[in-house]
């Protein structure tokens, strides 16, 4: 037995903003000056972002200042911005919210009563709260009092498929069950003030969504893409080229320059041989969804891998509509393949702090 897709829903906050847009709120929130200034605006145009929604946006349209009331105008070159309590207040106020509308989505694919649903993994690296979303999701949802819960936090953008990993072990040693894996991120709550260029990357890309599924045994699924396998890789040497830490004034990341050339290096052979082990080739794999990391990223995957970037086409086109909603976004890929009838086998494939690959294998 193995965990099957019964069902999958996705939801982004109400409002949104133009990458264009963006640019121009960091440059007037942080007072940058005219030549940072322009090395902004062309770090955000190859971000690969065109739009990206955010819990913060109380309106669409407007004067920029206007939009939110969360980040007030620096005061000076040396002004960090929020507290982080206050940034957990936001996500505890917006993150269940958000959460419920995706997996209320999710249930409505699977044809799932709520009241049928055995047990809820949430998985969340950018606030905390307890009781935790999982709590909430039971109030807000109607699941039973009696579902069983686990949370997967802080573990980065490929936290979704250790989540569809605890909902595998589930289903594995018990027939019946009815698991619910709900990821949900407000990155944008983590915009960095100042000229930090570690930061820079992580404001020009990150944005809110949140997605689920629903998942069952592949006995009571037959036709579902069902998870056949899954692998990870922590890669030797590189614990300070991407992490995520909580700091006085919202989560930092570190992000070196030399990630993209550490993927290109070392993926290709561990993937390839993972495949080998569920007699696979790359070149069998009829899909791919990659966590749109961003266009570096997805590059040296494509590299690494020896995938035409017409293979990549899907996460590129999440990440020009909605940004990188960290664990959340490989769900809105899978949505979309599943969507489009695409072609399996597929594999998913997450990247994050450690630096570890995630990869999950559907047939």
Partial sequence: MTLSIAGLGTAVPEHSITQEEAV????????????????????????????????????????LLERQAFFPPARDDRDPGPSTSAHMEQYEVHAPALAARASSAALRAAGTRPDEVTHVVTVSCTGFMAP???ARLID???????????????MGCYGALNGLRVA??????????????????LSTLHFAYGWNPEMMVPNALFADGAAALVGRTSARN???WRLASSATLLMAD????MSWRIGNHGFRMTLSARVPSLIEARLGEWLRAWLCDNQLS???????????????????????LGLDPTRTRVSREVLAGFGNMSSATVFFTLDR???????GPCVALALGPGLVAEAALFA
């Fill in 168 to 185: 595998d072990s589930v289903v594995h040693t018990d027939s019946e069950a009815t698991v619910l894996v709900c990821s949900v991120e």
């Fill in 132 to 134: 935790g979303v999982d």
């Fill in 24 to 63: 121009e709120l960091h440059a007037t929130l942080c007072e940058i000056d005219p030549d940072r200034r322009r090395t902004l605006h062309a770090l955000y145009r190859r971000s690969g972002v065109l739009r990206r929604h955010s819990a913060l946006l109380e309106r669409s349209t407007g004067p």
């Fill in 282 to 304: 790359v070149a069998e794999i009829g899909s791919w969804a990659i966590h749109p990391g961003g266009p570096r990223i997805l590059g040296a995957v494509e590299r690494a």
């Fill in 222 to 224: 037959p036709t579902a």
């Fill in 337 to 343: 393949l599943r969507a489009e009838g695409a072609p």
């Fill in 238 to 241: 590189t614990a300070g080229d």
């Fill in 140 to 154: 807000a949802l109607g699941l039973p009092a009696t579902a069983q819960r686990t949370h997967v936090g802080f």
